[in-house]
């Protein structure tokens, strides 16, 4: 099988040997970050004397940040800010991850910290409790870049049987999903859910629903733990937004919305209210959807494969076809949350949130973008 890592093939018989041995009072807690690419997560460990209770027990650090896209060489530390807690579902208990945010040496957000702002706005509309829900697609590859699974030559038949697929011809990699999924769980990430999607090799799972700054801390937490999982494996999940041309859907991270006024009876006129807002910024929307302003999208919003044209706004009730989706049975209830089907699945979640909190609960009505 040359198409999965060297290192997946190690003796994992041998590994559990050691990972069983006691640990005593100590504590393994791995930090990670987003790196300078705003795409890609970093990670390294350290020892703690004993567990730590919350994430107040757990001491700043820093890294090279000229090895990460983050820094020249002479002047290279950067600042890790532990800002959420996990459990370290690969050493287990009383192991942690830590997620943190990267500060620069003069302690100012890094370029690609997108969370610094974000929990700003998200602070200024805590009496709103908006919570989002986001669907991460995603496709396995092997390591050497082609569709995980796929005939090495020419392509898997059409579309059409592996969205929710079972059975060997349709369901390509569950155990990665599976094991990712399970990951989250002990973790105590806020997975609600996972399927096969549209294109063989690819998938979805979701998360939410949380709150403000949560969901972008979760997110990328989940992703992390999809990135190391597939390392377990010696495959590749890549959040390409449309990895192969042609008849094959492209992936979006959907970011579904709700205010407590848009849960509470009659909620509708709230989400309709925000689509509204949403109507005249599309194009801010979009700029931030994904992390080259838009480029990454316009492959994937081509308005064929369930998605919209990137230049068009639209919105309708069950309508997969649309910038923005009320789901069938928000429609009838008259109250509930919507859909934004326009993020890219490569977004940054704290970018995609933080305009989405903007837009709908900040920006004045004059305002066009
Ligand atoms: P789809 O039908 O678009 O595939 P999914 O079942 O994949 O929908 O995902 C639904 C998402 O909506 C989940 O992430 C879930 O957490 C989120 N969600 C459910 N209720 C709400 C709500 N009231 N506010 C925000 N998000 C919600
Ligand atoms: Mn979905
Ligand atoms: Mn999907
Ligand atoms: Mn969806």
């Given at each position: 099988m040359a198409s999965v890592s060297s290192s997946s093939c190690l003796s994992k018989a041998v590994r559990q040997h050691y990972m069983s041995l006691p640990q005593g009072e100590k504590c393994q807690v791995t930090y990670i970050w987003i790196d300078g690419t705003g795409e890609e997560l970093r990670n390294k460990t350290r020892t703690l004397d004993s567990e730590p209770e919350s994430i107040n027990d757990i001491p700043e650090w820093n890294f090279d940040g000229s090895s990460t896209y983050q820094a020249e060489g002479s002047n290279s530390d950067m600042y890790l800010i532990p800002v959420r807690m996990f459990r370290d579902p690969f050493t287990l208990d009383r192991n942690k991850l830590v997620l943190c945010e990267v500060l620069k040496y003069n302690r100012l957000p890094a370029e690609t910290n997108e969370r610094a702002s974000c929990n700003k706005v998200m602070e200024e509309v805590k009496d709103h409790h908006m919570w989002f829900g986001m669907e991460q697609e995603y496709t396995l590859l092997g390591i050497d870049g082609?569709?995980?699974?796929?005939?090495?030559?020419g392509y898997p038949s059409p579309q059409g049987p592996y969205y929710c697929g079972v059975g060997a011809k349709n369901a390509y990699g569950r155990d990665i999903v599976e094991c990712h999924y399970k990951a989250c769980l002990y973790a105590g990430v806020k997975i609600c859910g996972t399927n096969a999607e549209v294109m063989p090799s690819q998938w979805e799972f979701q998360v939410g629903p949380c709150e403000g700054i949560e969901m972008g801390d979760h997110l990328w937490v989940a992703r992390y733990l999809l990135h190391r999982v597939c390392e377990d494996f010696g495959v590749v999940a890549t959040?390409?937004?449309?990895?192969?041309?042609?008849?094959w859907n492209g992936a979006g991270c959907h970011t579904n919305v709700s205010t407590m006024q848009m849960r509470e009876e009659r909620g509708l006129q709230y989400i309709e209210e925000a689509i509204e807002k949403l109507r005249k910024k599309h194009s801010k929307h979009i700029r931030v959807y994904d992390p080259r302003g838009g480029q990454d999208n316009a492959r994937r919003l081509t308005g064929l494969h369930e998605t919209s044209s990137i230049n068009d706004f639209s919105a309708g009730v069950a309508n997969r076809g649309a910038s923005i989706r009320i789901p069938r049975q928000v429609g009838q209830e008259k109250r509930g949350y919507f859909e934004d089907r326009r993020p890219a699945a490569n977004c940054d979640p704290y970018a995609v949130t933080k305009a989405i909190a903007h837009t709908c609960l900040l920006d004045s009505e004059e305002e066009e973008d």
């Open positions: 082609h569709p995980f699974s796929w005939p090495v030559h959040l390409d937004p449309k990895p192969i041309t042609g008849n």
